[in-house]
């Protein structure tokens, strides 16, 4: 159960950091990853991103803190996880190239996703 809540916690910094990153300022990452943010719309939209990550984040914080909520938790974890792995894969194949920038977001959601898995695995099965 100790690694689950870890799992947890550390998706729960993650989402937090880069969505209070992204609310306070929300060319943080435009630059490295090559998006252009032109118009204060634009920015508004990708600050509300901003607040999803906060949002999932203090979900996970919230899961890693209760029994009840932490298999819930890790599966909302490894099917966010899996979802942007399987997303940038199929962006390499069509897009090309990635770059520096999603081949690091790629690796650390690849490790996310397996360290959920590893962690729901290690659950004991409750009905």
């Known amino acids: 159960m100790r690694f689950a809540r870890w799992s947890l916690w550390f998706g729960a910094v993650v989402f937090l950091g880069l969505g209070f990153l992204v609310v306070a300022d929300p060319s943080t990452l435009s630059v490295s990853s090559g998006i252009e943010i032109p118009t204060p719309v634009a ?8 607040g999803l990550y906060i949002g999932i984040g203090l979900f996970f914080a919230m899961a890693a803190r209760q029994d009840g909520l932490l298999r819930i938790g890790l599966v909302a974890q490894l099917a966010m996880m899996a979802g942007l792995v399987i997303g940038r894969i199929i962006g390499i194949f069509v897009d090309g190239s990635p770059g520096m920038f999603s081949v690091f977001w790629l690796g650390l959601e690849s490790l996310m996703c397996a360290v959920a898995l590893i962690a729901l695995s290690g659950l004991k099965k409750t009905t």
């Open 43 to 50: 920015r508004l939209e990708v600050r509300s991103g901003g």
